[in-house]
């Protein structure tokens, strides 16, 4: 538990600081002053609907047409999340929502990328802690690539696997446009292989509408020096991705040892937009310190 509170202090994403930050667009300037649905009253009904009791904090928020809303550890499960989706699907003021610890898995997750594909104003979705697995991932992949205006989504600690990597990126494998800035997939048993298919995904030429992926945090996984290796060569360098630019990349706890951090220092010099870079508990000696220091 203090390992996590610590690390989780070290990396903040800019991207992630607030539901508006780097977000805003002439569309959201002009809704301002103007009434736009909450779907308040389709969460109420659909909870009727299914005879589970109304959540009192997500409900407040429809009602006050607030810009951020997070409702972690209430248990909702899959059957809450279809309450909740039905008010996604209306919902023109939410640009922050956090669903954290909720039970959700494969079936809950599939309901809130639902809801995605008719949300227009949805910025930041967090989903930690929620068993989603690699076949909540195929869901995702469709609200994810569907949706033009998600621009933070937070994974952690769900299960994904290499599998669940591959499933949530393969719509960019098939030119699908890519909206994401800032990705969380960190303590999702993510190897070597899930770094290749990130490189993969991330690669292939950009669709048209599509934006760069600047913020990827991977802590807490099993990357390793190779894993290390193929992230550095195949995201950093410049031209390397079209689909990213990294400006922030989290890779703490990967045991990349030595070996990693040579590859790491071996593309520094090439990576004019990296701006920050965590790599705390990898077991990186004097060796590996000198050569990301020279």
């Not at 446009?177 to 995904?201: D, W």
């Amino acid at each position: 538990p203090n390992r996590r509170k610590s690390e989780t202090a070290m990396f903040t994403p800019r991207a992630c600081s607030s539901p508006t930050s780097g977000f805003s667009s002439d569309d959201d300037q002009a809704h301002a002053g103007v009434q736009l649905a909450t779907g308040a009253e389709e969460y109420m009904r659909t909870c009727s609907v299914l005879q589970i009791t109304p959540c009192g904090r997500w409900h407040r928020a429809l009602t006050g047409a607030l810009a951020e809303c997070a409702i972690p550890h209430y248990g909702i499960g899959p059957r809450g999340a279809v309450a909740v989706g039905a008010s996604l699907n209306v919902n023109e003021v939410l640009l922050e929502v956090t669903l954290s610890d909720n039970r959700l898995g494969a079936e809950g997750a599939g309901v809130v990328a639902s809801a995605l594909l008719c949300n227009s104003t949805l910025r930041v979705l967090t989903l930690d802690q929620n068993a989603i697995g690699s076949e909540g991932c195929e869901a995702l992949a469709r609200g994810i690539t569907g949706s033009s205006r998600l621009l933070a989504l937070s994974l952690a600690a769900n299960g994904l696997g290499d599998d669940g990597v591959r499933a949530l990126l393969a719509p960019l494998c098939e030119g699908a446009p890519l909206s994401l800035r800032s990705l969380n997939l960190s303590e999702n048993g993510i190897t070597p292989v899930g770094a290749r298919e990130l490189v993969r995904a991330l690669h292939d030429e950009a669709a048209e509408g599509s934006v760069l992926l600047q913020t990827l945090d991977l802590r807490w996984n099993q990357l390793g020096a190779v894993g290390t290796a193929a992230l550095a060569h195949g995201l950093l360098a410049p031209t390397s991705a079209p689909r990213a630019s990294i400006e922030e990349l989290a890779l703490s706890w990967n045991a990349i040892g030595d070996e990693g951090a040579r590859h790491l220092a071996a593309v520094l010099p090439r990576a004019p937009t990296l701006r920050a870079l965590w790599l705390e508990n990898n077991g990186i000696g004097a060796p590996g310190a000198l050569a990301l220091a020279a």
